[in-house]
């Protein structure tokens, strides 16, 4: 099992900035990825930002160049650098770790993220 826990979330205004953090604990071994989510009242779930234990990033076109994602692998946190923050990047953002020799998911409990224009 492995428990994450968010942090980080709050109140923002537009072009501001907020860094979330997630620490994960339990069974966690390698390799692994770990990632943010997020979802907007009424919307789907999306993908946000994603890193590997190696340190490879991807991000979703809608926060490239504004989102940084990074990791502490010694702490098993990973982090997420928002800046230039726009109204529609509020949501609720959940962080999630992903073994990829066993397909297990573990999902955060979330944290709100609220910018104000």
């Known amino acids: 099992q492995v428990q994450l826990v968010e942090s980080g979330g709050g109140l923002a205004q537009a072009g501001g900035s907020l860094r979330l953090s997630c620490a994960a604990s339990?069974?966690?071994?390698?390799?692994?990825?770990m990632g943010w989510f997020r979802q907007a009242p009424g919307k789907q779930r999306e993908f946000v930002a994603i890193?590997?234990?190696?340190?490879?990033?991807n991000y979703a076109d809608s926060v490239k160049g504004r989102f940084t994602i990074s990791r502490d692998n010694a702490k098993n946190t990973v982090y997420l650098q928002m800046n230039s923050l726009k109204p529609e990047d509020t949501a609720v953002y959940y962080c999630?770790?992903?073994?990829?020799?066993?397909?297990?998911?573990?999902w955060g409990q979330g944290t709100q993220v609220t910018v104000s224009s």
């Open positions: 890193i590997t234990n190696g340190g490879s990033t």
């Open positions: 339990g069974e966690i071994f390698s390799p692994n990825s």
């Open positions: 999630r770790t992903y073994f990829p020799n066993n397909g297990r998911a573990y």
